[in-house]
């Protein structure tokens, strides 16, 4: 087995993180803002206008 | 392609009615799977396990014991599920290649109530891609036109249902696997509510995105198959508050938004069908557009590349000869995230599930295209369309990762045709737990597109 990773993976390795980290980055929070770790999307539904 | 296939529904009526035997249903759908072998839609059938299902279904109906109207009609299995009597290996050679013994809950739900398990088939590797092209026996091919691809990852599924072999198959989904083939191929592909759904025996992909759902010939089977589907699962613990699956409500307003704008492009083909659609589908539809696509996308793909590098921490420790180079750099570049970056797309999950549940005005349904393009040519590495140029993957997965990262309800109904003759389908999208609600209005919807209602 080969760990070594090829040039072109290497690219599509860099080309995916650049994309994640640019989109990431470009996010503004709350100081209350909370990482969804609690996954009901159910709670919503009481919010409907 | 024109003329409709017989849907599951067709054959629940045939077999009520004496018209047919699930012996004859076997042999028809075995027959055609084999004139359609240059699909490539199947990893593994078996005709002595299909027949011996069938002979045993029709012993039931011939003793007017049938487990259920089901009882007898041939269903295929994405090669990610796992079935007692089929090897899987999601298309991988990184994955068991042995029959495990144990039956995903949906496929145990599908054979206790007599379904014949058909046969398993093609995939993307792993669900880890939507175009069908990365997996270990080749591309799946599009019945509509054989030099285009089917889009995935259930790719298998869905040509084994447009090119009519079965009348039903299964498919799941984390960023559009059952909506996007089902949208390339023309036929109807519907993602539970996340929770909802049992996702046990089924391979993950990401635990938080992924759903196992039916793609079928018709609406109607799609609601046939749902009570196999929902509700509570002990061996899943994201089932623990599911419902079972109700009866539909009575369709009340049909207030439809159309999403667009930036993020949310489409080429113009594909925007004219679905405003034509919308046209005709005597709904109240507004207009609305989404902030911050590009961040909310980048929150799906860094929680998608996680979670799948997490579940497959083992193998790669192992040794990773056996994923293609396409997903073991996926696999690595999920390696490479962090743990803050991870909680940030969590946080902006957050952020687009308010949006989109919260702050757009009241919608009984939100709309967009299941493909921003017709299934493109095998082969094609990019697409253009609207101002933007994306690869075939991005392209396939372009609308449907919102659904997966807010956990909604979505539904992909064919309602047109490109100049070249490819399906174009629209996605209806409903609120999180409100399945019957999304079908009711969909039958609404669809009986105005399709039925000339």
């Known amino acids: ?49 | 392609m024109e003329k409709r296939n017989e849907s599951l529904t067709d054959m629940v009526a045939a077999l009520a009615e004496g018209r047919t035997t699930p012996v004859e249903l076997a042999e028809r759908s075995l027959e055609r799977a084999r004139q359609m072998v240059d699909l490539n839609a199947f990893v593994t059938i078996d005709e002595k396990i299909v027949m011996a299902q069938a002979e045993a279904a029709g012993r039931r109906r011939s003793r007017m014991q049938e487990s259920s109207p089901i009882d007898g009609i041939p269903i295929a299995i994405k090669d990610n599920y796992l079935t007692r009597d089929y090897p899987t290996t999601a298309c991988s050679d990184a994955a068991p290649l042995e029959p495990s013994g144990v039956d995903a809950t949906v496929v145990a739900n599908l054979r206790a109530a007599g379904a014949v398990i058909f046969g398993k088939t093609n995939m993307h590797e792993w669900a880890y891609g939507a175009t069908n092209t990365t997996s270990n026996i080749g591309p799946t091919k599009n019945p509509h036109n054989k030099a285009h691809i089917t889009g995935g990852s259930s790719g298998g599924s869905a040509a084994a249902v447009a090119s009519g072999i079965v009348p039903a198959a299964l498919g799941s989904d984390t960023g559009g696997s059952v909506r996007i083939p089902s949208s390339a191929c023309g036929i109807y592909g519907f993602k539970p509510s996340y929770g909802r759904a049992s996702r046990h025996g089924v391979l993950p992909l990401s635990w938080s995105l992924d759903a196992p759902g039916p793609m079928a010939t018709d609406l109607e089977d799609i609601i046939h198959l749902l009570p196999y589907f929902l509700g509570t699962d002990p061996k899943d613990s994201s089932t623990s508050h599911a419902e079972e699956f109700g009866p539909l409500p009575k369709p009340g307003s049909l207030r439809l938004i159309n999403l667009s704008g930036p993020g949310l492009e489409r080429c113009s083909e594909v925007n004219f069908v679905i405003n034509e659609a919308l046209g005709r589908s005597k709904a109240r539809v507004s207009q609305a557009s989404l902030n911050n696509v590009d961040q909310s996308f980048a929150a799906w793909e860094a929680i998608l590349h996680c979670e799948a590098s997490a579940y497959h921490q083992n193998r790669l420790f192992k040794g990773s000869d056996g994923f293609s180079p396409v997903t073991r750099a996926h696999l690595e570049a999920g390696n490479r995230l962090t743990a803050v970056e991870l909680l940030e797309a969590q946080k902006i999950r957050g952020q687009l599930m308010t949006q989109l549940l919260d702050d757009l005005p009241p919608w009984d349904a939100l709309v967009l295209p299941t493909l921003p393009i017709p299934a493109p040519a095998l082969g094609e590495e990019w697409q253009k369309f609207s101002n933007r140029k994306a690869t075939t993957q991005d392209s396939m997965t372009w609308f449907c990762w919102l659904g997966n990262l807010a956990g909604l309800p979505c539904l992909t109904i064919p309602v047109g045709k490109s100049s070249q003759d490819m399906p174009i389908g629209m996605m209806l999208m409903g609120r999180p737990g409100e399945d019957e609600k999304l079908l009711a209005l969909a039958k609404e919807i669809d009986q105005n597109l399709n039925r000339g209602g």
Not at chain 1, 34 to 46: L, R, T, W
């Open chain 1, 1 to 49: 087995m080969s760990n070594e990773m090829t040039e072109d993976q290497q690219k599509r390795i860099e080309a995916t993180l650049r994309r994640i980290r640019d989109g990431l980055s470009k996010a503004s929070f709350g100081q209350f803002s909370e990482p969804s770790h609690i996954f009901d999307p159910e709670v919503h539904n009481g919010k409907a206008k």
